[in-house]
């Protein structure tokens, strides 16, 4: 949303990452009303075939919400996962913080 632009490139470079970062990811974004899960995780599949490093997420979750990030096929651990909410958490608030958020309102 362009309203919280300034919200995301501050926290992108609190992070130590930049606009430009993001640009040079190289990825697949599947959209479309029916087999996304699965053109995604033969994609997946393909690639780690291939030795690539893959990163996979999909919304929503199943039964755990840690099951939406993959890393080489793998799910987050519990403690992975505990650890990355509570410290984009954190990082959220010196964000909001920082930077004066819009109003959305009219």
Same mark, same amino acid.
């Given at each position: 949303? @362009?309203?919280?632009?300034?919200? *995301?490139? %501050?926290? @992108?470079?609190q @992070?130590?990452?930049?606009? /430009?970062? @993001?640009? /040079?990811l190289r990825a697949i974004h599947v959209t479309g009303s029916k087999g996304k899960g699965?053109?995604? /995780?033969? *994609?997946? /599949?393909m690639l780690r075939s291939l030795g690539l490093k893959t990163g996979f997420y999909s919304s929503p979750h199943v039964l755990q919400h840690r099951e939406m990030i993959r890393i080489d096929g793998a799910?987050? %651990?519990e403690e992975k996962f505990a650890d990355e909410v509570i410290a984009a958490y954190d990082q959220l608030e010196k964000v909001d913080q920082a930077v004066e958020i819009c109003d959305p309102s009219p």
């Open positions: 949303m @362009l309203l919280n632009k300034p919200r *995301t490139v %501050s926290c @992108l470079e @992070l130590g990452h930049t606009i /430009a970062d @993001l640009d /040079a699965s053109t995604c /995780a033969f *994609t997946e /599949a799910p987050l %651990s």
